[in-house]
């Protein structure tokens, strides 16, 4: 999803101001997928295709690939096998790259991390420098990506930035099987006429940012000066911390009673469990002082959907 | 050289005043090595090596293996070969045995994970809940590894401590390629009447235990109810933090004018470089609550080496 709305950005901001050619490569494409130079459907878990992605020394790669949590949490290999070992063999596979230029290629990689490489107990408001003590398998695989390419990064390989996201709301489409889905599930549903669970209490506190801001993330890092970086490659982005209630209150604002009443209340401990290990609160001075900007308030998040993702009624 | 001395502990004193059966892998032992019950020659980067040395379902499982700082350095692939991908092979290995013996088997792993974990810029005294942003391959392939153990163990695989050891000091036998081995040498050449050569200023403040003080916590972590770590599996153990000055010192009172003057300061920018980058200071609070000791003072560091370790002069 993010994917696409990235490309959609660089297909028509190029980058830097200037126009990329744009090879594309996921599991599969949505029918209106956005037009690229090359499009490639596979898997990031097949042998050599990383060596085949980047042989013709891209300048910029996004690394974006993953399973979401829930399902990282139900398949354990699968978990492993698809959020972990690809970015090994595509560090290795830009390493190569980086080998057979003799020294001259050194791509910006940005990676997707997430908040999920945190665990409670918590800071009120956690910094850049809490420690990484995740919880969930998602988030252990992403802090070793992050580690892996900081160590690639460091030894001059490759240039590398890990952004770490926040929830990213109001996903349009259909519900996917992370833990946070529900998070836009009771703003999208409700938005398109359609009942939604919330397997939470309202007081759940949670940090948000709009795909738009996402987007924007992942486009700043493509040329944020990494020497601001100071070695610490990975980085919490910005986005607007509030409650569940404070999200149904944004609602009713922008669509009513008769959205929120369409949200159904229906705990869920498992999913519970999950996001109470998950944190609230960040820090987020030194992704502001980087030029990482994210939405202030949720009404705007909400306003993001209904301008970007909401169908007009038939 | 903690391994050896690790099985002298574990054949005299047992685990938890038990008689263990003991298997001992290396690439290769010593002629006065440790009698064990099975004394196997290879190396962790040996395919199916894991999956054969856990084959009879032990209870305990210590993994030392790593080749040091300095190497993993200067050795990128055999370094990430080596610290990392072998302590995967490891868990999979004791996952499968978990597995086949309908999760009744569950052992404990300790692994000897290390300050070099730790990165600058540091806080004064480095607590459990600092971040883990390693400036060297070696710390980042042990970060790693501590992630992976408690996802583990998070899932019920294994039941994993990693103890974050500082700098083992007084090293016996030969000199190592770890960058921090002249914290060793400049108190080991010494006391057998050779020179040392010391590649930093006596300011540097660094922290050390003892080769018996890190065979008490592998010992201690062997046995620690793992309930209390709040899944948090990594901890920094304690120890003496002091000055190259203070080290000088002590050698001074124990073996007089005469040692100190083998030292021979020469300036190596590339240990200096990486030493700036490691730790000085830790909170060991959480260490000494869950029952982990360490000398209190540099010259007991140096008595426990002359008693253990140094040979009667001929």
Redesign the interface.
Known sequence: MIGQKLLARLVRDGIDGAKVQITAHDIAFPDNAVPVDRQIIGSVTEPGVMERLVADDPEYVFHLAAIVSGEAEAD?DKGWQTNMFPCWSLLQALRARHEATGGSYRPRLVFTSSIAVF?A?F?DEIS????????T?YG?QK??CE??I??FS??GFIDGVAIRLPSICVRPGKANRAAAGFFSGIIREPLNGVQAVLPVPDTVVHTHASPRSAVGFLCHAATLDTDRL???RAINMPGVACTVAEQIEALRDAAGEQAVALIRREDDPAVAHIVDNWPTRFNAARAHALGFRAETEFREIIQTYIEEDLKPAQ
Chains 1, 2 share one sequence.
Request: aromatic share 8%.
């Open positions: 354990f665990g107990p800071e850049d420098t809490f420690l990484t003590a995740p919880l398998s252990a802090v070793i580690q892996m900081s160590d460091r030894k100071n070695g610490r």
